[in-house]
């Protein structure tokens, strides 16, 4: 909307009725820049309002939306499919990056209005409504401009399983791992994920049954990208039960969490289809030796009787999968499938990734990353405390934690966060490196 001279005139310096109708008509228009200021397409950056996003995240996408620009450019000259189908990419952060800096424009534009002396009583209501509206609406657009930014995981759609496995600490990390699982499973049950425990083996102990090893498959879809913030070494610092002298022990517990893929492949994308030849995940079944065993366990007229149990090795990578929670053959043989495909997936995509690590470190000089066997975590129980190493977000409510309650989703989200911006971080240096090369 266009101001006249005539208009323009009546809301700075009338103060009649007509004045009190135009501003109402058209406040909302001319409080943003449209006064032909010409304001720095950066000025926002340097607002409080942008502590939602990194620098990294803000440097990345500078580099895109002006690849984009250099691209469009390009196409009003002359069409090229792949120049078209880059530009198509790119589109999506260009726009919105240009809403983030029109937003942080407005909210500098309306302080330096709320600042002015001059400005009156009732400009000045209207500028603080229109200054609240501008707030409000920049965590959305900053959230959109990171998704927008960040690599999806292959994997982040799909259902997942997640391997629990006591580490140093003897007994005592039995016990936290049978906690841990609890805590998994009231986690997924609390937020409709539908946990089913695949397996779950244990061993006995002098007064509680130490866990061995459990696996839960996680069936709701997008569980992995859920649930993959906890693949690492948990570490538990409590005094034990059995401890006369009340001295704390150190004890760890690993956790894995891979991908779950569905028994039908039809409608799953080719790239990730364990059946087709063509796909990074596929598995020759040739390459897989099936054994039968008799189940083994605590008793009963079915254990040891028949031969359920089953074990499969893919022999290439020595990945060994054995199951016999169930009572037929055929159900722990399509446990064990389901199992070993995950693994493999998991196994094959962290490969890939450390090739991409080794790549930046040979560009960057270095780039940091946590692997599955560092230690993500610490529950002290002592202090009541939960530290998750990475974030460094600490909450002291371990108890609400371990019950799977808001306390555990806080600290996940924390890790989904740094996880984001590690990945663009090293992105933005890449590219950065790339650009001083060339």
């Not at 691209?71 to 260009?94: C, H, I, N």
């Not at 130490?210 to 990208?225: F, K, P, Q, T």
């Not at 039908?264 to 079944?285: G, H, K, Q, V």
């Not at 094959?348 to 993500?376: F, N, P, S, T, Y």
Request: proline share 5%; glycine share 6%.
């Amino acid at each position: 909307m266009e101001l006249s001279p005539i208009a323009f005139r009546i809301l700075v310096f009338d103060y009649s009725p007509t004045r009190s109708m135009l501003v109402k008509s058209i406040c909302r228009s001319i409080l943003r820049p449209r006064f032909g200021l010409k304001l720095s397409p950066l000025r926002g950056v340097h607002n409080a309002s942008d502590s939602a996003l990194s620098p990294a995240l803000l440097t990345r996408a500078r580099l895109l939306a002006a690849e984009h620009t250099k691209l469009a450019e390009r196409l009003g000259e002359s069409f090229d499919a792949k120049t078209a189908k880059r530009a198509g990419e790119l589109a999506p952060v260009a726009n919105i990056l240009k809403e983030w800096v029109n937003a942080n424009d407005s909210i500098v534009e309306l302080n330096s209005l709320l600042t002015d002396p001059n400005t009156d009583s009732e400009l000045r209501s209207l500028a603080t409504e229109d200054l609240e509206s501008s707030r409000d609406a920049l965590p959305s657009i900053s959230d959109r401009l990171k998704k927008a930014l960040i690599p999806r995981h292959p994997f982040a759609d799909l259902p997942c399983l997640l391997e629990i496995r006591p580490g140093a600490g003897g007994d005592e990390a039995g016990l936290f791992a049978f906690e841990m699982l609890r805590m998994y499973v009231a986690f997924c049950s609390q937020r409709g994920l539908r946990p089913t425990i695949l397996k779950q083996d244990t061993e006995v102990g002098p007064s509680e049954d130490r866990l061995s090893e459990a696996v839960i498959e996680i069936e709701a879809n997008g569980a992995y990208d859920i649930l993959r913030t906890e693949s690492g070494v948990h570490r538990v610092q409590r005094v034990p039960a059995t401890e006369t002298k009340g001295r704390t022990h150190t004890s760890a517990v690993s956790v894995m969490v891979l991908p779950s893929f569905p028994e039908d492949t039809s409608e799953m994308d080719n790239a990730l289809n364990f059946e087709d030849p063509s796909s990074d995940y596929y598995i020759d079944p040739q390459e897989v030796r099936v054994e039968k065993m008799r189940a083994g366990g605590a008793g009963g007229q079915h254990v040891n009787k028949t031969e359920s149990a089953i074990r499969l090795t893919h022999i290439p990578s020595n990945t060994v999968v054995s199951m016999q929670d169930e009572r037929s053959q055929q159900a722990n043989r399509r446990k064990a499938w389901q199992v070993l495909r995950a693994k493999l997936a998991e196994a094959r995509q962290e490969a890939r990734e450390q090739e991409l690590m080794q790549l930046r470190r040979g560009i960057l000089g270095g780039v940091a990353k946590m692997g599955r066997g560092d230690k993500i975590r610490t529950y002290n129980f002592g202090q009541s405390r939960c530290t998750d190493h990475r974030t460094g977000i600490t909450i002291h409510n371990l108890d609400g934690i371990l019950d799977g309650g808001d306390g555990l989703e806080t600290v996940m989200d924390s890790v989904r966060t740094w996880m984001a911006d590690s990945e663009v971080e090293a992105m933005v240096a890449e590219d950065m490196a790339k650009a001083k090369s060339k």
